[in-house]
């Protein structure tokens, strides 16, 4: 089963292995979760913060404990207004 949540920022560290998306889900939460993907592997991004089941009333409470929760994250990355 596909996944409902609205991706609304997501944030690679160099290389373009990994990331952290930040969601937004259907009643209005939001999240983050961390993702890696290894470029010989076609099978895509696969989840490695289990941080995608915590819970956040606004996009910046989910942004700001990715940067306490995920060591190399930097919310200050993301365009302003995006």
């Known amino acids: 089963m596909a ?3 609205t991706v609304l920022h997501s944030i ?11 969601f937004r889900r259907p009643d209005g939460t939001f999240g983050f979760e961390e993702f890696r993907r290894d470029p010989e592997d076609g099978r895509g991004w696969f989840p490695i913060g289990h941080y995608g089941h ?3 009333s606004s996009v910046e409470a989910a942004l700001d404990a990715a940067t306490a929760h995920v060591g190399w994250f930097d919310a200050s990355r993301l365009t302003p207004g995006a």
């Open 3 to 5: 996944h409902a949540h």
């Open 12 to 22: 690679n560290y160099d290389g373009d292995t990994i990331c952290v998306d930040v």
């Open 54 to 56: 915590e819970t956040f």
